[in-house]
DNA sequence: CGTAGTCTTGAGTATGGTCAACCGCGGTGG
DNA sequence: CCACCGCGGTTGACCATACTCAAGACTACG
């Protein structure tokens, strides 16, 4: 039996693989590690090397300020490509955690280099995913700069909904947050006690639901209409690499 | 005389390039069009199939919210590479405009495509690149979601000036803006007021000097202490693309 | 010399932060 | 088995940072 790798996967609803490239992918997973939540998978100014594929769970990255605040600078899911910013910094920019227990599947930089050299429609497929990413970090980007409390919680709740939807059909309009409001809140710039206030009443205006631990969005067109919030998945392109044949 | 590619030039001052990727890339500049201060290069939602590469003077990347207020994404600066994200996305996510007086050298996405399947190391670069925009992001994400006024100020300033310094030898300690309070308040999420506030008071507080348009940064410990600020340049390293050999 | 855009400043306001108290729940150890 | 503890959620009172509105000054350019 073949283990199977979830990033191939993940690349794979996109556009048709190879099974060389889907080998070569897989080969990246070879290492899973089982990492307990709370765990630190990688910490700021480390130097690093290495790279991941997160399998299973949940993980975030963040940075820690001077002054003790934190920001949570992405939220990551199963089949996500974790800490390349180690292929251009000797140190890490960030932090790691996990959020919940997870399988995180490391491999050095070096074995990546020599997967794009071999295969290049592989190299533009990661050219083309941290566009993505890029654009997803512009969007919150525009967020914390420019909307309100309100706004920031709704679009945040679509931006998870919507990911997690890309690789869990069984999603319709509720899923897990997985998420303390506090974490919430240093994702999105405000403080917790703040994040409360706006679910609370969130919640109370019948826009989103809550059962134990988790939320139902009761009210999609007008939670998108008050985030400011446009699905980038649906625009997406990927026929812009190669063809197989 | 060969035209010279200010692109390439960048990528040069990192690692090496063959005559033949020097060629490829100088490709890319092969149309150069001038476009005039205040010109709109691609808007929001418009069909879009072109990169660019910035050869002279600057542009930035924005968007504008429903309640017609703006973000702006990145300020671009020559040797830059832009509007990356027309390779996964059909509809523009972004706006471009020009700051200044501009040179801009549009390509074909599909010409990008074929250069990477041709020049692994060109594409190992980029995706290098793109790496480093992302902390770029980052960078500016945790400025605006956990910094004051004048930390977000202070660490705007220093980043356009390391900026400079990376193409510009001659800058020592003072540079030309060339962003209205107001742009740079739609770049950390300010108003033009509250900027203007803030860069009086760090003129009276000796950290910055101002005369017709030029900024001197008279205190660069301080300001990037005050603004949390970490040079991401000097601690990058391209060794990771393959040798040229 | 007039006009438009930018800068500057003040007065008043509001959004979101701070501080503090309390609740509820799940885990843990006596 | 239950008391205790600690974390996360909830709420209120008060506060501060940054926004809004508005007016006037400066500058560049026609």
């Known amino acids: ?81 974790i800490g390349s910013a180690s292929t251009i910094y000797s140190k890490a920019p960030e932090s790691l955690v996990a959020l919940s227990d997870a399988i995180i599947c490391p491999f050095d930089k070096h074995a990546l280099r020599r997967l794009l050299e071999e295969y290049p429609r592989v190299a533009a497929l990661l050219f083309l995913l941290s566009n ?22 709704a679009s945040f709740l679509l931006d998870i909904f919507d990911r997690l939807r890309v690789t869990d059909d069984s999603i319709v309009d509720s899923f897990d947050l997985k998420l303390t409001q506090e974490e919430i809140g240093d994702a999105i710039g405000l403080t917790s006690v703040h994040v409360n206030r706006m679910i609370r009443r969130m919640e109370q205006e019948g826009l989103i639901g809550r059962a134990n631990g988790r939320i139902t969005l009761l009210d999609l067109a007008r939670l998108e209409e008050i985030g400011h919030y446009t699905n980038r998945h649906k625009d997406m392109d990927l026929d812009w690499v190669p063809s197989l044949n």
């Not at 556009?15 to 307990?36: G, H, Q």
């Not at 990255?61 to 003790?68: A, N, R, T």
């Open 132 to 153: 993505a990413e890029r654009v997803a970090l512009t969007d919150r980007l525009a967020s914390l700069g420019r909307t309100s409390a309100k706004a920031r919680v």
């Open 1 to 81: 039996m073949v283990a199977t790798s979830c990033f191939a996967d993940r690349l794979a609803k996109h556009v048709p693989l190879s099974d060389a490239e889907r080998k070569a992918l897989t080969r990246l997973e070879e290492n899973p590690r089982k990492v307990k939540r709370g765990a630190m998978i990688q910490r700021v100014n480390d130097t690093v090397t290495e790279l991941f594929v997160l399998r299973e769970g949940r993980v975030m990255s963040f940075v820690i300020l001077p002054d003790g605040s934190r920001q949570i600078l992405r939220v990551y899911f199963p089949g996500d490509f």
